[in-house]
């Protein structure tokens, strides 16, 4: 999973993504069965695959201007308990490693824009540290 990075300007923005979440994803659209996908061919190849599985990221975006740095949605993050998702919970995964390579660390976040609230968009607006 490689980041795409947009240029507009002397505004950056970076694709940092997390993971992908295809078939989950499916399970929580009603009507996404592989029939009703392969009735759409529009979707093929960029948002599904070739056995009608939809493609989805968990993905957040870096907006680096000339005075700030802005994370929008900060994805599922690691090591937290999700009783009612446990499929989503305690996840181990490389974001942090992936937005250091893209040139960021979490302490050079001026700023965190969450669109909205759900468990996949701000996961890691905190973490355990020391256990805490």
């Known amino acids: 999973m490689e980041s795409i990075i947009w240029q507009t300007g002397r505004i950056k923005i970076t694709q940092v993504?997390?993971?992908?979440?295809?078939?989950?994803?499916q399970k929580v659209i009603?009507?996404?069965t592989k029939e009703n996908i392969a009735e759409i061919p529009w979707?093929?190849?960029?948002?599904?695959?070739?056995?009608n599985i939809l493609k989805a990221l968990v993905q957040a975006f870096v907006i680096d201007t000339p005075k700030l740095r802005i994370i929008v949605d900060t994805c599922v993050g690691n090591n937290i308990t999700r009783v009612n998702i446990p499929s989503w919970g305690n996840l181990q995964t490389d974001f942090l490693i992936r937005l250091e390579?893209?040139?960021?660390t979490p302490d050079a976040i001026d700023r965190v824009l969450c669109t909205h609230l759900h468990f996949d968009h701000v996961g890691w607006n905190t973490r355990k540290k020391n256990g805490k």
Do not use: C, M, R, S
């Not at 993504?17 to 994803?25: F, K, N, S, W």
């Not at 979707?43 to 056995?51: A, G, I, M, V």
């Not at 390579?101 to 960021?104: A, D, P, R, S, W």
């Open 30 to 32: 009603p009507g996404a």
């Open 101 to 104: 390579k893209q040139g960021y």
């Open 17 to 25: 993504i997390e993971t992908e979440a295809g078939p989950v994803i």
């Open 43 to 51: 979707l093929k190849p960029h948002f599904t695959d070739e056995n």
